[in-house]
Nanobody, 125 residues
């Protein structure tokens, strides 16, 4: 079983940057995709970005394209989300997720079966 632990959240001013990390422990699969999701107060959890564990195939939500970059270091079993040009509307709890997910389903929360505990990102205006 894969366990996921996020880190790197915090408070940042609008226009600033943050890098989130997600350490994965346990048995991973080459069929895994890993993703970042976020949930703001009173809103549903939404897709941010995802990447295949092999092949570097990526997908982004339109709202973060050009500002966020997802990457992973397979040797370190770590997933990253580099966030730049942050906006107040990016404020949310960010979750790391993993699962055997097809590319066409990367945005679907229900397709991921492992989740981290979340890390808070707050962007002040």
């Amino acid at each position: 079983q894969v366990q996921l632990v996020e880190s790197g959240g915090g408070l940042v001013q609008a226009g600033g940057s943050l890098r989130l990390s997600c350490g994965a422990s346990g048995r991973t699969s080459i069929r895994y995709a890993m993703g970042w999701f976020r949930q703001a107060p009173g809103k549903e959890r939404e897709f941010v970005a995802a990447i295949s564990w092999i092949g570097y195939r990526t997908k982004y939500a339109d709202s973060v394209k050009g500002r966020f970059t997802i990457s992973r270091d397979a040797a370190k079993n770590t997933l990253y989300l580099q966030m730049s040009s942050l906006k107040p509307e990016d404020t949310a709890v960010y979750y790391c997720a993993a699962g055997e997910v097809d590319y066409s389903d990367y945005e679907s929360t229900g397709r991921y079966d492992r989740w981290g505990q979340g890390t808070q990102v707050t962007v002040s205006s």
